[in-house]
């Protein structure tokens, strides 16, 4: 799989930014929160409704500021601007974690999650 | 960690949600272990087809946890297929095996799919013992072998000892080795009985001294003032409390597409073939039966000043005879780590004694029945 982990100052950058779920880990949405294990870190996220909508967009071939423009400021009422900068904090903080994969190009997507319910 | 993961427990379980699943593989087995509950032989597996479509079924269902055990799952060839769909499902996928077949090729491909553990039973540190157990010569060296090479792929592994009288003064060497090879260790004081209802191998199970010398092992259980501590009985909430997780998220499928509240409780609750999975969860009788049932549904536990602590398993209980009854083993588990009998297994000694003062008043009459001609 291509994509690499990005830094906040890289994420920053005009390009688009792809982002994809990681194929480390595993996860399932439990009611409105999305549960996340990271089996090299020993560690479980639990994603709020937000993070969950920007995680389930997360398919490698859709740029983040599409997400945010498409689903996050449609579904829950929040400035383009302000979501943007939330999504992209959001996705350095999982991309730390090896959760998501981040990526200046599209990001093939064999093996990486088909459902993420 | 745990508490998030307990959270995401209640959740799942005021959802309705089977948030782990134990889904076998096969019950065909390289070993043969003296102690195992499984019939071997192969009366027709799900193909790898119907394992995806059921493992789609799953996730659909909102099952994150997914064990794949056996029998010996290495057996199958199309063991990788099977696995790399689940992981494409995203599940976090635990694998019990014996862990004979895994060389580094195999270890190496479990790692990039990225298995959360793989546990591997070893009975005893010693060949003559373990191998004796499995009845396959040289098993404890592969076994010991793939440890290894799945350890330096980075996995986490756990060796699973099962407690019998022929490993009791082994399992301390197990830990020991588990500790050299830089992985878990767990010890299963419980012999299942066969999934038939047939109870004869329960005679391996140690007896009560062996038992408690566990039971008070601190290297095991930590605290053991704390552990073996008195039992206070069941409070209100408590008898509202589920016994166990079978039913209300968990739930075992077996190689044949069927369905049991769990592993170790045979109850037929459908047939993945012929039903969806979530059909059956939601509205298999049986499933719903079980989760029906509170502690305060148990006429015997819910009165028994273990009520609160005992690890009674539903699923033992179903196979004595009775799922609302006690579990006999695990009565004399709780008896073994507090020396105070369950009313169980008061009832049962008033029982025998009731049985020997009838069998005495019986001795009784005859000697007086005999006596009487030598009188007459």
């Known amino acids: ?22 194929t480390q880990i595993a996860a399932r949405r439990i009611g409105d929160e999305i549960m996340i294990m990271s089996g090299s870190e020993a560690t479980v996220y639990t994603l709020n409704d937000v993070a969950a909508a920007i995680w389930e967009e997360a398919d490698g071939a859709t740029a983040i500021q599409e997400i945010v423009e498409r689903r996050i400021c449609k579904e829950f009422d ?31 997507t064999k093996m990486l999650g088909k459902d993420q319910r | ?87 494409s499902l995203m599940f976090s996928v635990k694998l019990k095996t014996n862990a004979v077949l895994i060389r580094e090729e ?48 980075g996995l986490r592994v756990m060796l699973a000892d099962v407690l019998m009288r022929q490993n009791q003064q082994d399992y301390g060497g197990v830990k020991a080795l588990a500790a050299e090879l830089g992985v878990q260790f767990f010890l299963d004081p419980t012999i299942t009985p066969m999934m038939d209802g047939d109870r004869s191998i329960l005679s391996l199970n140690v007896n009560q001294d062996a038992l408690q010398k566990v039971m008070r092992d601190e290297a095991l259980v930590g605290n053991v003032e704390e552990f073996c501590s008195i039992p206070n009985g069941a409070s209100e909430d408590d ?50 039966e079980v989760r029906s049932i509170h502690l305060r549904d148990l006429p015997s536990c819910s009165q028994c000043v273990h009520g609160n602590t005992c690890t009674r398993c539903p699923g033992l209980a179903f196979l004595e005879g009775n799922m609302r009854g006690p579990s006999t083993q695990d009565c004399e588990k709780s008896f073994a780590r507090t020396g105070i009998p369950s009313k169980n297994l008061e009832a049962k000694r008033a029982s025998a004694n009731g049985q020997s003062a009838v069998r005495g008043l019986i001795q009784i009459q005859g000697v007086s029945i005999s006596s009487a001609p030598q009188t007459a």
Not at chain 1, 1 to 22: D, F, W
Not at chain 1, 85 to 97: I, K, N, S, Y
Not at chain 2, 53 to 77: N, P, Q, Y
Request: proline letters at 5%.
């Open chain 1, 1 to 22: 799989m291509s994509g690499e982990v990005r830094t906040q100052r890289e994420l920053h950058s005009p390009g688009k930014q792809y982002v994809a779920r990681s």
């Open chain 1, 78 to 108: 929040v400035a383009p601007e302000v979501a943007l900068q939330d999504a992209l904090a959001l996705v350095e903080e999982l991309a730390g974690h090896g959760v998501l994969v981040v990526s200046e190009a599209p990001i093939a």
């Open chain 2, 1 to 87: 960690m745990n508490s998030l993961m307990a959270e995401m427990g209640e959740k799942a379980l005021a959802l309705g949600i089977p948030l782990t699943v134990q889904l076998d593989l096969t019950y065909r087995c390289n070993e043969r272990c003296v102690h195992c509950y499984l019939d071997h032989d192969d009366h027709g597996e799900m193909t790898a087809a119907e394992y995806k479509k059921l493992l789609d079924e799953l996730a659909e269902a909102g099952v994150l946890f997914l064990t794949l055990s056996g029998g010996e799952i290495m057996l199958r060839k199309d063991f990788f297929e099977i696995l790399e769909y689940a992981r």
């Open chain 2, 106 to 153: 195999e270890a190496r491909r479990l790692r990039e799919l990225a298995v959360e553990s793989v546990q591997i039973s070893v009975y005893s540190h010693r060949a003559e013992v373990h191998d004796a157990i499995t009845l396959l010569p040289g098993s404890l060296e592969k076994s010991i072998e793939a440890a290894r090479f799945l350890k330096s792929q």
């Open chain 2, 239 to 288: 008898l509202e409390s589920f016994p166990c997780s079978a039913a209300h998220t968990f739930c075992y499928v077996s190689p044949y597409g069927d369905v049991y509240p769990c592993v170790q409780f045979p109850l037929p609750s459908g047939n993945v073939r012929r039903t969806p999975f979530l059909e059956i969860w939601n509205q298999s009788p049986q499933l719903n």
